[in-house]
Each structure stands twice: as C-alpha cells, then as structure tokens.
C-alpha cells in the first residue's frame, strides 16, 4: 500500500481524521506504543469493568518490544539520560543485593524497572516529530479526559470541601494526592499547546484547548493536596514572571490568582494554617529528619531499594505518630533511603536533562519546542509536589523523561539533517 504523505501542519491542532490516516499507515510498533498510552493514562478496563479481563497496558508494551524489533525505522538512540538511567538502574540493583530487608526490596523490583522499559521502548520508537505528535496529543487527551471528568466532579457539589478531594479511575491516578500531580504536569502542557495554536485554532479546538489546561487547574484545587497547590503556584510564578512587571498582562494574573483564592475552599485554605502543627505534618517532619539521618549512615547505597519502611518501624518507632511507617512523603528522601547520594546524584541529573533540554531544541518546529516548554515545566511541577507526597516510581516523572530524550534524539536528527543539506552557491546576479 503506497504510504500518504501527512506534515506535521496537517496535524493541527487536533486534525484526528489526518493522524488516523498518518497512524493506519505507520508500523506496529507504533500502534502498540499508542494504545499503551491510551490504556495507561484512559484506563477504559476501570472506566467498564466488563472488559476488565486482560492485563491490557503490559500486553501493548509486549507488542511495542516485538514490534521495535521488527520496525526498521527504529535504531538505538542515545541521549545523556539514558546513561544516568542505565547507571540509577543498576545502583538500584545493588542497594537491593545488601538492602536491610531484602525481601521488601525485590518484591517492588517491577516498581522501577517497568518504567526502565517503557522509557527505553518510547525514546526509541518515538523517532520523528510526528511520531512524537501523536503521541503528546494521546497523552494530553487522555489525561485531559481525566481532569474534566474531575474537574466536573467539583464543580457539580459546588467548589466544595471533602476530605478524600477528588478520586480519579482506578490505579496510579485514583488516590487524590497523585490525581493533583497528574494535573500538575498536564497544566502546563495543555497551557503551552494553546499559547501556540489559539491564533490558527478553529473555535471548537480553542474550546478544547482551554479546556485542556482550565481543568487540571480546577481538579488542583479541588484535591485538597497542598504540595500540589503549591506546585501549581510555583509553575505560575516560572510561566507568566516576564509579564509581572507589565500592566496589562499583571492585571489578568491578579484576576486570576484572586478567582483561584475565592474558589479554594475555607477548609483546604484553613490546612496552611496549621501546616507544620497538624499531626499529618509532624509526621512528615519527623520522615524527613529520620531520612537525612539513614542516608548520612548509609551514603553509599542507603538503606535498600524500598527499605524506608521497615528500617522506620525497627530504628525509629518512637517517633511515630500512626500504628506504622508509611514511605516518607519526599522524592529526594525516598531516592536516598533506597540508594544513597549516587542515586541522588543520578536522579538529579536526569532532572536538569529535562529542564534544560528543551530550551536547545532549536531545529525542530516551534510547535515540538513549545510542548518541550510544557513538558520540562510539567517536571518542575512534579519536583515541588514530590517534596510532599511519594511518587518516585509513578508514571509522572518517566514518561515525561522519555518524551523529552524523544524530543532531544529527533533535535539531534533534525540537526544532522540540515547540516547534511549540500550549501547552494550563490547565484549571479
């Protein structure tokens, strides 16, 4: 069958029959890739229980291995990331061989490497940027599914406070605490693709598109999860700091910031007040405290690959303010405890990839450059709410790590490409 040939532009903003042509023409690998984000992030098997009867997610990942096999398109990518990755991995290994409860360890060993996998799988069959489209659009879509439905949710009992938040389907995103993460890192996403198409946009792509980064904004609110609203003023403060100092566009933040105030509820607001007095709180002072403490022990390979809590409850009993040791409540205090400062260090390094990454992106399309903005600030976000809740091996951070190495590798191809392009002479005038 004679392949069609579909740009990018053809794609915008939300072109669905376009991409459905692009992706019915694309290898398998591809489809797999595709459905595994749809499966992941939708979650239909919990949205009707009825088809509930196939691991779905790790059957598509099956066929994205087979099928990376098989592509030809695919080749072996390398990125700075993938060697911090390689080496995190294997210090994860090791932690886990002299880990103080070795059992604890290797019973969450999938915990970690199923994210080795999918990160490995996405960076090397998401090789071109409309590949990487696609996929952001599935990713976007399907996460924006979940926060209008969320978002619905608040609005319909009126901005009201409970204290459960809000619950989103089954799995990583259920608890409401990951729910507000997960919105975190769409925020910006959503927010940075509007910013690019609103010009260009039909009306009823500008309605999704505001959609799209109203919402999460709203289940934040709505979740009852401080790290994450911190997280979600944080972003604010990084996104819009060039126009605080310029009238117009400060009257619209002031408008904002003052609306998302008025419709926080006077409970969730009387929860910073006593943050740092509430029993919540002080539990999670003392994991901090009691974690810096194994990890200045242990600084080599701390106390084991997810040992935090059976080392809490045996050394540390003392200082609990529940019948038992939850994980700590911090990215960097749970990473440390597993593994010490290497994989720290290791992590780190990882993050400031996917910071910096996107600002030197400068040979693909602006439109891949502003979803690398959004992505990178999605990482931001994930690093402040992290200081608060334990989500070290949740999807946010390796997916959004993959797609930012994806980003990095197709620059890199984009680059070599136009140096490749033969210099024309001039010609006579």
Known sequence: MKKIDVTLEEFYAFKFKNMWAYIKQEHYSFWMICGYLFFEFVRPQGIFPEIDVLPYAQLLLLGSLAGAIADPSVRWVSSPANKWLIFYFIWLQLSTLTAYNRDYATYHFMDFFGWFVIYFLMINIINTERRFYITIMIYMLAAGKIAFGTAKSWVMRGFGFTSWGLMGPNGYFHNSGELAVLMVMLFPLSYYAFSYFRAQAATWEKILLNILWIAPILTVLGASSRGSQIALAGQLVLMFRKSLFKIKPLIGIAILVNALIFLLPQEQKDRFTTAGDDRTSQQRLLYWKHGYTMIQENPLLGVGYYNFVPYYNDYYSYDLLYPHAQLPHNILV??????????????????????????????????????????????????????????????????HLAFISALFNINQKAKQDLLSQPIKPPQNP
């Open 334 to 399: 749970q990473i440390g405890t597993d593994a010490g400062y290497p994989a720290l260090i290791a992590f780190l390094m990882m993050f400031f990839f996917c910071i910096f990454t996107p600002l030197r992106c400068k040979a693909v399309p602006p439109v891949v450059q502003h979803i690398g903005y959004g992505l990178a600030m999605g990482v931001i976000g994930y690093f402040i709410a992290g200081q608060f809740v334990t989500i070290t091996y949740y999807p946010f951070f390796w997916i």
